[in-house]
């Protein structure tokens, strides 16, 4: 996707007026006049030769570098590959163009990054100290900062063959993937909704397009089918019900399987050239939700996409000077997109996470990187940025930081036993990150739904990092009930489900991203401990909070395909009489109507009741079953008695089916719950 600025706008790509002898032979770009010998005869250690033009003209004799091609401060002069173009551009309607030769000479001249620690510096580097016009006797020697990427040598014997051989491979793969529908796209209606809801619910929380330019990439027919199909994976998967009846497809899933399988087709085949729209491709694709026994998850694409940022050097960009400042405010935004999903995927998996601080020099993302200085004259489907949208990504990157602290003292295999004073350094960094939160971003201040949204994700992040600080202290505590610093995850627990409540009152939830999985199943195993810790008012407390949180997860399996087996092996985690109590009757089925018993937990009378009646009309014909107020939503989420713990097949999301973990734990039959298990359980989420 090509850079667009409009302060420092980049010179267009121009050819080379003059060429010494061994760069055309080879066919590739020589800046032989502006220094001799010429960049690539340094690189392949060759005499740098200037011939005779067949008009007659002789050779411009070579000037010396401009002052301004100086490093300054220590930064590395970041000189990036023109790879905007691959060995064949497409359209998104895949009509194939054949660039000019100069152009596929440009795209196999690249550079690669090698970091200090690197042997090969040494030897260039000591190449670049010593000058074959410098005197032995030189006393002082100005020794220049080291470099961190170098240009690759093209080989000198490459035949005309070989580049056909590559052609031809080309063309074959372009029929192949034509074949396949890799370069076949919906109607433009259907694209325009499922943009929109990209932008509406997903861009705010992960900036790493640059909006303006996708805009004008869009409507000039030139943006890459790879990305397209990213981000139509993204964008179907978060549309609304009724936006999605609007289009061609009937079936979510399957429609996000189709472009998910269209973008990873076109990534096997290498089909993109320009390593920065791979990488926001590879970011999207780390969505996707496989099956446990499927190899490329969320792990694999984030793992790649990190490969490919650090092969770039975006983990030490602090000693790049970019080209442009529009070039680094994206590079910031994907890198930090990166770390955030990076951090909260490994905890939530725990397994270690790709990034580490000490690896890093990346000034921490700030709202200047965020904010658009491009305004779109049609904002009906990229949308605008609004309020909130400059704050949340910066916050939620300053959170991840925290994270990654409390996952490594808290909850590494090589730390020593968290200490008192370690747990309360991390709350005063909570305490001192809530007090400085933006006036956009306080819950008091959210009045649109989008503010409600973001400011809902950010807070439920706060208040998970409570959770993961002092979940330990409250699985183990030995007090029944309330009490001790335990409470203060249980607190962070309730005020997560008021969240998880609003946003389930204004349809939020769905749009959410698939951190906010965790982050709901995370509070879901504090209520259930609760449950069955608490007696009384507070037992029924937790139990209608475990229920908020299981149709918000229910809600959220209709964008992420949340895996049925996860919920079976968390009831399959509980005693029978708490999974009764909390399983979910399938929604697409009458509701189990049951009077509360003197444990708080169901009875046996019930009947069928539709879901659409109120209360009131439901005690009208239950004359069994009181009005309680302490149970809202008893009537649509019960699992009556132990015949009904098989049901029939269907879609619902906490239907039971063959077991996939009997050979882990069989259903308990004690009164307690295995703290074990549930700590398990987070592995999958």
Known sequence: MPSQNTSAPLKARTRAKQACLHCNRRRIRCNVQETRPCHNCIVTNVPCTIGVSKRGKTATP???????????????????????????????????TTPPISEQADYSHQTVFLGESSPLTVVIDEGRHSSPNTS???????????????????????????????????????????????????????????????????HPCFPILDRADVHLSYHQENLSPLLLHAMLFIGVSLCPDDALAQTEFVDRHSTKFLFYSRAKALYDEDWEGDNTVKLQTLFLLSFWRGGPSEERDIRFWLGIAISLAQKRGMHVMAKFSLRSAKEERLWKRIWWALYTRDQQSAAALGLPPRIRDEDCDVAMLAPDDVRETEVLDDTSVFGMELVGDVEYPVEMAMLA???????????????????????????????????????????????????????GLMHMTYNNLYILLYRPLFLHS???????????????????????????????????????????????????????????????????????????????????????????????????????????????????????????????????????????????????????????????????????????????LYNVSASYADHMWPPSQDSTITLENLEYLYRFL
Request: charge should be neutral; charged fraction near 20%.
């Open 478 to 652: 030995a007090e029944k009930g309330t009490g001790g610093e335990g409470q203060i995850a249980v607190d962070a627990a309730t005020r997560s489900t008021r969240i998880v409540e609003d946003m389930l009152s204004h349809n939020l939830v769905q749009h959410g991203p698939t951190h906010l999985i965790t982050h709901v199943f995370s509070i879901l195993c504090i209520h259930t401990l609760q449950f069955r810790r608490e007696t009384g008012t507070g037992r029924k407390l937790a139990e209608h909070r475990a229920r908020l949180c299981l149709l918000g997860l229910q809600e959220l399996q209709k964008s992420w395909d949340l895996e049925n087996w996860v919920l079976e092996l968390f009831f399959r985690c509980l005693d029978n009489s708490t999974a009764r109590t909390l399983r979910l009757m399938d929604c697409s089925k009458p509701a189990a109507i049951a009077t509360p018993g003197e444990d708080g937990v169901s009875g046996n009378n019930r009947g069928n009741v539709p879901l659409d009646m109120s209360l009131e009309e439901i005690v009208a014909v239950s004359p069994g079953l009181q009005a309680d107020a302490s149970y809202p939503i008893q009537l649509s989420l019960n699992l009556p008695n132990e015949d009904d713990f098989v049901q029939d097949d269907g879609d619902g």
């Open 62 to 96: 070579s000037h010396t570098p401009s002052p301004s091609s100086h490093l300054a401060d220590n930064k590395v002069s970041l000189s990036l590959p023109n790879d905007q173009h691959s060995l064949a551009q497409r359209d998104p309607l895949g009509n194939l």
């Open 401 to 455: 930081r925290i994270l990654r602290t409390i996952v490594a003292t808290q909850y590494s295999p090589s730390r020593s036993l968290p200490s008192q004073e370690t747990r309360n350094v991390l709350r005063r960094q909570l305490i001192k990150w809530e007090s400085s939160i933006p006036a956009e971003l306080r819950q008091d201040s959210a009045a649109t739904p989008r503010a409600k949204f973001l400011t």
């Open 136 to 202: 032995t006797t030189t006393t002082t020697t100005t020794i220049p900062p080291p470099r961190l990427c170098y240009p690759i040598p093209g080989r000198s014997n490459v035949s005309r063959a070989r580049d056909e051989a590559l052609r031809a491979c080309k063309l074959r793969t372009e029929h192949h993937l034509r074949a396949d529908g890799a370069f076949s796209f919906p109607p433009p209606s259907t694209c325009a909704l499922l943009l929109q809801a990209y932008f509406n619910w997903f």
